[in-house]
C-alpha cells in the first residue's frame, strides 16, 4: 500500500516534466556527436536564407519547382498548335461567362425597371 502511495505521488509531480524532458535525448545526441552539430547548423542557416529570400520554407520551395517542371513537360508533350488551342477556347470560355453574366445583369436590371 505504501509502495502504491509514493508510485502515485511521483507520477503526479513528475507528469509536468514530461515536454521539458522530450527534448533532453536529440538535445544530447546533437552535443554527443561533434559532425551533426556543424551539419545541423549549416542546414538551419541555409533554411532561414531561403526563407528569407523567398518567402517560404525549403520544402515549399522544392514542390514548388517540382511542380512548376512538371508542368513545363506536360506542355512539351502537348504539340505547341493544339496547346494554343486549348488555351484560345479557355480564354474564349471566359468571354462567353462574362458575357452571360453581362447579359443576367442587363435583363435583371430591366426587369426591376417595369
Not at 509536468?16 to 554527443?32: R, Y
Not at 513545363?72 to 468571354?95: A, D, H, M, R, Y
Amino acid at each position: 500500500m505504501k509502495n502504491l502511495l509514493l508510485n502515485i505521488l511521483v507520477l503526479i509531480f513528475l507528469s509536468g516534466c514530461v515536454q521539458g524532458t522530450a527534448m533532453v535525448g536529440p538535445g544530447i545526441t546533437l552535443v554527443s556527436t561533434g559532425g551533426n552539430v556543424s551539419q545541423a547548423f549549416t542546414t538551419f542557416l541555409t533554411n532561414r536564407a531561403v526563407e528569407k529570400e523567398t518567402g517560404m520554407h525549403t520544402h515549399q520551395l522544392i514542390a514548388k519547382k517540382v511542380e512548376e517542371q512538371k508542368i513545363k513537360n506536360k506542355k512539351e508533350k502537348i504539340p505547341k498548335g493544339l496547346f494554343t488551342l486549348v488555351e484560345n477556347n479557355i480564354k474564349n470560355k471566359q468571354l462567353l461567362i462574362l458575357l452571360e453574366n453581362n447579359i443576367k445583369k442587363t435583363h435583371q436590371k430591366i426587369t426591376d425597371l417595369d
